[in-house]
């Protein structure tokens, strides 16, 4: 199927003659309080009987991708560039986009990532997909690895200059927490797409997101929803039929109006191949 080929028309499609398959799917997600997690619980609720679909709290891409070669999940959130990393992979879709956002202090005197170099600062929990972006950053600053609710605290204490988070805009947590501000980190993107590919893309945190009043350039990186390569037919297609009924639906309640999930792009996967029955069932649903 070429890019873009998948219509909106879709989503008025019902699955006529298709029966749901019985089961439990256990997707991992990621920590509380990120975009990860509230998407797994969305996924979760929209499950049509008798499907079942269990979310995980996990520490992200990195540990997701852990949880499906041991077999402790089925389905797994990650990062298109941890994905790359991974043999026998294969994806049911690309869902929403994640912004990596370098965040300190609204008061303090960092206006740059170079600001930064030799101070303390958090590049994501052991585990994510943040973590993986801040080592190919290479920020030259002092790494600590926390959770997000851990490193929001550690900053709003001065434990830490700053912290690096890859989720949706807004996060949440960020959100809630106030007083913050980000710094810009397009200027890496030259670089990311020499050493890693194409898979980075130049994105903006728009004006207004956590108080900003101006546009903050950062890199952005899509998300996909993967599974192994031996889910049943059935299973993924299920899945699919849940990702473009529901798709209006699968948008956390902090985040509508600035991510959302494009039915038209589920099937632009990069460079990890849709699974068979996935790809069957979007073939079925374009008609």
Not at 6 to 16: D, E, K, M, P, V
Not at 257 to 277: A, E, F, M, N
Request: glycine content about 12%; hydrophobic content about 40%; aromatic content about 6%.
């Amino acid at each position: 199927m070429r890019r873009r080929t998948f219509l909106l028309g879709a989503l008025a499609l019902t699955a006529c003659g298709v029966s749901e398959p019985s089961g439990t799917l256990r997707i991992a997600g990621g920590e509380p309080g990120g975009f990860y997690n509230d998407f797994a619980a969305l996924l979760s609720r929209l499950a049509t009987s008798p499907l079942t679909i269990t979310p995980l709290q996990t520490g992200g891409s990195a540990d997701n991708l852990q949880h499906l070669r041991q077999g402790t999940a089925d389905l797994a959130l990650t990062l298109s560039d941890s994905a790359h990393m991974e043999s026998g992979l294969v994806a049911l879709g690309r869902v929403y986009e994640n912004y990596l956002q370098l965040v300190v202090l609204q008061g303090s005197p960092y206006q740059s990532a170079a600001d930064l170099i030799g101070k303390p600062v958090s590049l994501g929990a052991a585990g994510s997909g943040a973590a993986l972006q801040g080592a190919r950053l290479a920020l030259g600053v002092r790494e600590e690895h926390y959770p997000l609710r851990n490193a929001v605290d550690a900053v709003k204490a001065g434990e830490i200059a700053g912290l690096l988070w890859s989720g949706g805009v807004p996060t949440p947590e960020l959100d809630k927490a106030g007083g913050i501000r980000l710094l810009p980190l397009d200027t890496f993107l030259p670089r990311l797409r020499q050493d890693y590919g194409k898979v980075y893309e130049r994105v903006e945190i728009r004006t207004g997101v956590y108080g900003s009043p101006v546009d903050v350039p950062t890199i952005g990186t899509p998300n996909l929803l993967v599974c192994r390569p031996d889910m049943s037919d059935d299973y993924a297609g299920a899945v699919v039929r849940l990702l473009v009924g529901k798709a209006a639906q699968l948008v956390p309640q902090q985040a509508l109006g600035t991510q959302y999930l494009d039915v038209r792009s589920l099937i632009d996967t990069g460079k990890v191949p849709l699974h068979p029955g996935a790809a069957a069932e979007y073939r079925r649903l374009h008609g």
